[in-house]
């Protein structure tokens, strides 16, 4: 599931607004429009606030914002899964690293 699905749902679910879910987080409700129609990206940090609007874990709400960065940034390049093998690699290598320190 995408990150902007998610943030529809869950808003939709607790049947809220759009004017209430902004007011929660201090922007303007034209800003989280944006934001649920994929025109505009969060900052991480209102993407934690958001998850607390929810009541969800941040990390539920902050791996689908970084898989959707992640998915812009790559889309459209042929050799995509590359990266993302090399990079996963990477990862797994340095967090292996940072547990035996």
């Known amino acids: 599931m995408k ?5 529809k ?21 034209a800003m989280y429009n944006r934001f649920e129609k994929g025109e505009r990206s969060m900052k991480r940090e209102l993407v934690k606030n958001l998850a607390h ?4 874990s941040e990390d539920e709400l902050l791996t689908l914002w970084l898989a959707g960065k992640v998915y812009a940034l790559l ?13 996963a690699e990477d990862i797994t290598f340095n967090n292996n690293i940072r547990k035996t320190v």
């Open 75 to 87: 889309s459209e390049e042929d050799f995509a899964e590359d990266v993302i093998s090399m990079v």
């Open 3 to 7: 990150f902007i699905d998610k943030i």
């Open 9 to 29: 749902k869950l808003r939709e679910e607790q049947s809220l607004t759009q004017r209430q879910v902004a007011a929660e987080l201090g922007i303007d409700v």
């Open 53 to 56: 609007v929810y009541g969800i």
